[in-house]
């Protein structure tokens, strides 16, 4: 007497590969939409084409020979100038970009105080690599560099770290 079909081992083996392939594939469907790669910008064209217009900044920093000096202590971060044609009072743009995490990019406006120190006070520590931009208040001039924070000695700032 032969047992029926469903009783029998190499038909549910079978079945069973390719539901496995179809419940694999749900589930990559699934990881994939929880998290969007933010790598890759949307306009990267207008990007690329606006990195030649940005370069002119850097060029202008460096005719006018200014160059900060960033400290990071605990939860305040500091950015002092070394050199160059800072006008007293001039509110500066400071943007810090994570490589990987944009939720984490964040954008500050930082006034000096009465000894010319420009001053934000942190939420919480700056911790990994970074990118740090400086920003004239009139957009004519911009620093640029990357950092691994937290960092013992302060980071330089000039127009040739692009």
């Known amino acids: ?4 079909w469903y009783r029998q081992f190499w038909p549910w083996f079978i ?3 390719p539901c496995a392939a179809v419940i694999g594939s749900i589930a990559t469907a699934i990881i994939a939409s929880q998290d969007g790669v933010n790598l890759v910008a949307e306009d990267y064209y207008k990007q690329g ?3 030649n217009q ?3 900044k850097f ?3 460096e005719a006018l020979g200014i160059r900060v000096e960033l400290s990071v202590s605990d939860k305040e971060l500091t950015l002092k100038p070394l050199s160059g044609e800072i006008p007293a009072g001039q509110a500066l743009h400071l943007s810090l970009f994570h ?3 944009a939720g984490l990019d964040s ?3 930082l006034t000096a105080d009465g000894k010319g120190v420009y001053r934000l006070m942190l939420d919480k520590p700056l911790t990994g690599k970074w990118h740090i931009r400086v920003d004239a208040f009139n957009h004519e001039w911009r620093l640029q560099e990357t950092a691994q924070l937290p960092t013992k000695a302060p980071v330089e700032l000039d127009p040739k770290g692009r």
Not at 1 to 4: A, H, I, K, S
């Open 107 to 109: 954008d500050h406006l």
């Open 49 to 51: 084409k606006e990195i």
């Open 54 to 56: 940005d370069l002119s």
């Open 99 to 101: 490589p990987t995490l």
């Open 15 to 17: 079945i069973a590969l």
């Open 1 to 4: 007497m032969t047992q029926p």
């Open 59 to 61: 060029d202008r920093a």
